[in-house]
């Protein structure tokens, strides 16, 4: 299979390989050449594949992985390589990002709802 990761400027990797392991939404995958084509919603997580004989890693900022015939393509905005205890540092620095960005989205929410309320009550008031 010829793996892929592309990142929204540039492609991260392209590889070879007979397996792709990873944490979807609905959890954990394995990926081989005869699977069944298919797409899925990836986690912030790391990615293993084989090739040349040894296993590989790529953390990931969650993404979109598609399975079409012998590619598998994972489409994310941030993904980083290296070694296995090192990764586990990024995913953490990844998530606590996505909390932080829902944070921020949360709290930008709730000041749009307050402005839509004091908007509805002093429409109403006059």
Same mark, same amino acid.
């Given at each position: 299979?010829?793996?892929?990761?592309?990142?929204?400027? #540039? *492609?991260?990797? +392209?590889? =070879?390989?007979? #397996?792709? /392991?990873?944490?979807?939404?609905?959890?954990? $995958?394995?990926?081989?050449?005869?699977? &069944?084509?298919?797409?899925?919603?990836? *986690?912030?997580? *790391?990615?293993?594949?084989?090739?040349?004989?040894? +296993?590989? $890693? /790529?953390? /990931?900022?969650? @993404?979109?992985?598609? #399975?079409? @015939?012998?590619?598998?393509?994972?489409?994310?905005?941030?993904?980083?390589?290296? =070694? !296995?205890?090192?990764? %586990?540092?990024? /995913?953490?620095?990844?998530? +606590?990002?996505?909390?932080?960005?829902? %944070?921020?989205?949360?709290?930008?929410?709730?000041? !749009? +709802?307050? %402005? $839509?309320?004091?908007? &509805?009550?002093? $429409?109403?008031? %006059?």
């Amino acid at each position: 299979m010829q793996l892929s990761v592309v990142l929204p400027l #540039k *492609i991260f990797l +392209e590889e =070879e390989t007979d #397996k792709v /392991v990873g944490m979807g939404l609905r959890g954990g $995958f394995c990926l081989r050449p005869r699977h &069944v084509d298919m797409a899925m919603a990836l *986690i912030p997580g *790391i990615v293993s594949w084989w090739a040349d004989g040894e +296993e590989r $890693f /790529v953390a /990931v900022n969650g @993404g979109i992985l598609v #399975k079409s @015939g012998d590619e598998v393509r994972i489409a994310t905005r941030h993904a980083v390589s290296g =070694e !296995l205890g090192h990764l %586990r540092e990024a /995913v953490d620095a990844m998530t +606590e990002e996505l909390d932080e960005g829902e %944070r921020a989205a949360r709290t930008a929410l709730a000041r !749009l +709802e307050a %402005r $839509f309320v004091r908007g &509805v009550l002093d $429409f109403g008031s %006059r």
